[in-house]
Every structure is written in structure tokens, then in C-alpha cells.
């Protein structure tokens, strides 16, 4: 009888489960799953946006991608503004945050400063930031003019410009970064600083041995989610710079799947970048994921 009773109520758990799991799976299936396997499907054919055909091309597209000149740049953009993105938003973030974290006249205004470009919008921010570094009346190079440096022409030389989009993406981000290392430090045990004060140990030994093991899985989990991130910036490469100078000083592959796509309308080739970036950040994805597992092992 007991055993009856514990089966009906097994049963109407995993009913009440599926009910509640179903919606967002069939969501899951008809917006993520479903399009994505379309996507890889799609790239292998020679596609124009608009044809009502499509030509099946098997590998031509992936082996075109792998052996272009324009690839190799455009992934080494990629590789660069997503590393300094991420570098440069994490450490400036945790510098903040380290900072405010402490008892200082205003604070708080100064929080809500830090985190307020993080909620704009990227092509806002890319507008204003287009105007900063204008050469003729932005206030980078009226600065760099004033303390007798002579300013570089940002939108016409390739490495002026990646620097540029990426020091624009790196303030827009930086607020998503001070706001977790924030919560981060109010949330870590006070005994353990007392015991350090106690022990009068230095700032930089009660950081190391005391603050930074406390905020190992906040730093995780910003390296995953800053990282995905940084690598789908679209909007502030798309206003600031679409891509160049000189063709594609600062195309990155997200930015190369639009120009394919819509602007080359060559659908199939845009989704073979996409399916090589979808891979490239599984693979990332698993790896961090991996590495955060063994540090909790240990």
C-alpha cells in the first residue's frame, strides 16, 4: 500500500515536471534548436537572400573561409578585441569595485555612474564615442593636443581604430563587471579580513590569500559570460567604424556574418561563419566549464 501511495506521488511529480518543463522546451526547440540546425544546414549551399533556389555546394564554403586572406584578418580582430575586452572590463571592473567597496563620501552616486553605460544602448554609446574620437573636434584627440601629444587619426589607421571600438566596448561593459565583483566582495565572510588585521598582513597579502580565493567563482563566471559577449559585439563596430577602415580593419566574425549576409547577400557563406563562431564558443564554453569543475575538486 505504501508502495502504491509512493508510486502515484512519483508519478504526479514527474507529470507536474513535464507540464511545467514542456512550454520551454517546445521554445527552446522552435527558437534555438531548430534555427541553429537550419543554420548548418544552410551553409552548405550557395544561397542569395531573396532566391527562391539554392545550389548544395557541400564544403566550398567552410574551405573558402579557412583559406581566405580576409579570414585570417578578421579572426585575428577577433581575437584581439575580444581578449582586451575581456581583460580590460574584468580588471577595471574588480579595480572599481575594490574601490567602492570601501567607506567613501558618495558611493553610491558614483556606483550608479559606473553602471549606467552598461544599460545604454550599444549603438548609442557607439554614436557618442564617434563624436570622442572625431579628429577634428573630439575631445581624445583635443586632450592628446593639449598635453602636447600629436593625435592619431583614429578612423583611418587599422590598429587606431580596433583600439578605438574596443576602449568603447570596454566602458560600455565595464559597469556588468564592477556590479558582480561588487556583490561579489559584500558577500564574502568579514571574519576572515579581521583575522587578516589581526595578523596585520599587508593589503596585497590580504587581497591574495583572503579576497581573491572568495571571488574565484565570480571571476568564472564573468570569464564565461564577458567572453561570449565580447565575441557577438555588433552594434558599436556597426556605428562606429562598419568594419574598417580599408575593408576590414575592425570586422570581426559577427560583424563578417552581417556583411555577408545582408550586405554581399551571400546567406550560405554568412551561415558557415556563423556555424565555425557557434563551434568556436562551444568549444570555449566547454573548456572554462571544465577548468571551473576541476577548481572546485580541488
Do not use: C
Request: proline letters at 4%.
Amino acid at each position: 500500500m505504501g508502495q502504491t501511495r509512493t508510486g502515484r506521488w512519483n508519478r504526479r511529480h514527474t507529470l507536474l515536471a513535464a507540464a511545467l518543463l514542456l512550454p520551454n522546451l517546445v521554445l527552446l526547440i522552435v527558437f534555438t534548436y531548430r534555427p541553429l540546425i537550419d543554420n548548418i544546414r544552410l551553409s552548405f549551399f550557395q544561397w542569395n537572400l531573396g532566391s527562391p533556389t539554392s545550389t548544395f555546394l557541400g564544403w566550398d564554403n567552410y574551405v573558402e573561409w579557412f583559406t581566405s586572406d580576409d579570414s585570417r584578418t578578421v579572426l585575428w580582430n577577433t581575437l584581439i578585441f575580444t581578449s582586451v575586452a575581456v581583460i580590460g572590463s574584468m580588471a577595471l571592473g574588480l579595480s572599481l569595485a575594490l574601490l567602492l567597496d570601501q567607506k567613501l563620501f558618495g558611493r553610491g552616486a558614483v556606483r550608479s555612474l559606473v553602471f549606467a553605460p552598461f544599460v545604454l544602448s550599444g549603438a548609442a554609446v557607439g554614436v557618442a564615442f564617434q563624436f570622442i574620437f572625431t579628429p577634428t573636434f573630439g575631445l581624445v584627440p583635443d586632450l592628446l593636443t593639449t598635453i602636447g601629444i600629436t593625435p592619431p587619426n583614429f578612423y583611418q589607421s587599422s590598429g587606431w581604430a580596433l583600439f578605438m571600438v574596443t576602449l568603447t566596448y570596454i566602458w560600455k561593459n565595464l559597469g556588468y563587471t564592477f556590479v558582480i565583483y561588487l556583490a561579489a566582495l559584500q558577500g564574502r565572510r568579514r571574519d576572515l579580513d579581521e583575522a587578516a588585521e589581526i595578523d596585520a598582513a599587508s593589503g596585497w597579502t590580504r587581497f591574495r590569500q583572503v579576497v581573491w580565493p572568495q571571488l574565484r567563482p565570480a571571476t568564472f563566471f564573468l570569464l564565461i559570460t564577458v567572453l561570449l559577449n565580447s565575441f557577438q559585439v555588433f552594434d558599436v563596430i556597426h556605428t562606429m567604424t562598419r568594419g574598417g577602415p580599408y575593408g576590414n580593419a575592425t570586422t570581426t566574425m559577427v560583424y563578417q556574418i552581417y556583411q555577408e549576409t545582408y550586405t554581399n547577400r551571400r546567406a550560405g557563406y554568412g551561415a558557415t561563419v556563423a556555424s565555425i563562431m557557434f563551434v568556436a564558443l562551444l568549444v570555449v564554453t566547454l573548456v572554462q566549464v571544465w577548468v571551473m569543475e576541476r577548481g572546485r575538486e580541488k
